[in-house]
């Protein structure tokens, strides 16, 4: 008799212990989803990954001390790093040496979105959490979660800026546009130059608006590593080949994705003596100063700002949520495929910048100082 009753009581110690870790099956699931009360377990030698791909293109040296400065304020340590200038193996050992050196989430922006899938896949293995960051990784189930603006929206944004300022459901045209999109190796071309094409696709259907060139392709028109020099070299072949200039064939439009591929038409077009009476319309994204004073000299039309303050602070809340073991806030699960499925996603909103708002979104607000965007005399 006492046999059986100590045999209950044993079977009723080890249910309360199981329960007390969270629920029966060893899964290391949380106990519950909700977020708990406690703040970050910060302060517990926690070391916080963050790989950046440049310090060449302006935007992530700020996206870099952004992160940098709101984890360290939120009580972890951070290991900041850039690849060198887009250097891949460069970015491949730093994340390497981050697993190595205890790091318990990585920040990686790819230079190349498939050049990380092992990388990805040892860090998973080691129990170490992922987020994309602005750049989806691909090919890797290691990617916990993804973190960016609305790539989509971004290109619509510059379409939209295209078709407004032409008039094209007013006016007959036709007109002149050649493209531009971004690095071939970066997912988000796919969404940037697919955004601005929902836009403009219809009007180059229908003969309103004309690509001389002929280059409507989205690898027609990419630039290796977003560079300003490659930009520039394309956009001198094609002046050469259309004869595009003031007194020459007509250009209307140059759809550029960001600004450093823009500034490369810029110079291009300046060279073959555009001035800020006769510039096409150039878009851009970024709002990097050397295109905010270009804005300012009346040559490139527009921006698109990605304040890389709130994507840092959308990054840090990530941080906190999977070290305090519970689900972040995400507002897309369904578009961001990187091959091994969708990855979970948090979108920032992104937000035209021209001459007429610069100030409110960048000075206003802090980003830069009027001095940042004034060129030197
Ligand atoms: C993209 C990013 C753009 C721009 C570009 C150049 O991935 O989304 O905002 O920064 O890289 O680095």
Known sequence: MKKKLFSILLVIAMVFTLSACGGGGGNNEPASNEPSDQPAASGENLKVGVSMPTQSLQRWNQDGSNMKQQLEAQGYEVDLQYAGDNDIPTQVAQLENMISTGCQVLVIAAIDGTSLTNVVDSAKDAGIAVIAYDRLIMNTDGVAYYATFDNTLVGRMQGEYIRDTL??????????????????????????????????????????????SGQTERDQCAIQSWSSEIAQSRMENLIAAQGYGP???????????????AQGVTTALKNAGYTADNFPIITGQDCDKPSVINMKQGTQSMSVFKDTRTLAARVVLMVDSILKGTEPELNDTETYDNGTGVIPSFLCDPVVGTIDNYKELLIDSGYYTEADVTPEE
């Open 167 to 212: 008039d094209l459901d007013n006016t007959s045209g036709p007109y002149n546009l050649e493209m531009f999109t971004g690095s071939p190796d970066d997912n988000n071309i796919v969404f940037f130059f697919g955004g601005a094409l929902e836009v403009l696709q219809p009007y180059i259907d229908s003969g309103k608006l004309v690509v001389p």
């Open 247 to 261: 007194n020459g064939t007509k250009l209307d439009a140059v759809l550029c994705s960001n600004d450093s591929t």
